[in-house]
């Protein structure tokens, strides 16, 4: 079975400042893909950045990015510049291709606080 | 373009009792799946409707169920209450369709209060 791991409850940055929150996983599967959700207190899960496994290319989102290390089965997001809106729990998942299954493993995520 | 909805916002039940919760899709949508979330948990997956049958379920007791109608909206029921029900209820869509990598959209979800 998939898991996944956020191994930092909480993280803080100055505004401006760049964070990176760690992801692992652990997967027999070669074929997945991985998201970032953020979910601000208003409670709605936001889609931030999707990486396909297939693509050794890190995926980019204007201020976000990822650093998706297959072998070491890796996935960290980089926050650019933070803003105060970006405070948020941080959410990594994952999801099988196999079976056609439409489902997501959640960790257990990273609250960012953001301070100005 | 509407978003996911989901109602009710917040619900307050008693133990023993059952609760439906509702959940409209995008337009265009054929897939809903639901999580459950808890401080304890985590998000948990709880089953995936696609056109109007379940494609896959979590591990819960049979007390959850859910269902789909043919405009895509779907409904979950958990029945005899429990206190460890309390949690927010997310609902997702998505096209449903094999492979693809557009992710889910969500909903705000129902915050649940088994008292």
């Known amino acids: 079975a998939q898991t996944v791991t956020q191994s930092q409850p909480e993280m803080s940055v100055q505004e401006a400042e760049t964070v990176t929150l760690s992801c692992t996983y652990d997967t027999s599967e070669s074929d997945y893909y991985l998201f970032w959700y953020k979910q601000p207190p208003s409670r709605q899960m936001i889609l931030v950045i999707r990486?396909?496994?297939?693509?050794?290319q890190n995926a980019t989102e204007n201020r976000f990015s990822v650093n998706f290390q297959k072998a070491a089965k890796s996935f960290s997001l980089k926050i650019s510049d933070s803003q105060l809106g970006d405070a948020a729990m941080y959410f990594c998942?994952?999801?099988?291709?196999?079976?056609?299954?439409?489902?997501?493993?959640f960790g257990a995520g990273t609250r960012l606080a953001v301070h100005p | 373009k509407a978003g996911v909805t989901q109602t009710p916002r917040y619900l307050i039940k008693t133990r023993g009792q059952q609760v439906t919760l509702s959940c409209s899709p995008i337009?265009?949508?054929?897939?809903v799946s639901w999580y459950q979330q808890t401080p304890g948990q985590g998000l948990q997956f709880l089953f995936e409707y696609f056109s109007e049958t379940q494609r896959n379920k979590g591990n819960f007791p049979g007390r959850f169920s859910g269902r789909q109608f043919s405009n895509s909206r779907s409904e979950m029921n958990v029945s005899t209450l429990e206190l460890g029900d309390s949690a927010l209820y997310l609902c997702?869509?998505?096209?449903?369709?094999?492979?693809?990598?557009?992710?889910?959209?969500f909903g705000s979800g129902t915050r649940l209060t088994v008292v």
């Open positions: 337009s265009g949508h054929r897939s």
């Open positions: 990486q396909e496994a297939y693509k050794q």
């Open positions: 998942a994952y999801r099988s291709l196999s079976g056609g299954y439409n489902k997501l493993i």
């Open positions: 997702a869509s998505s096209r449903g369709q094999t492979g693809e990598s557009y992710g889910y959209t």
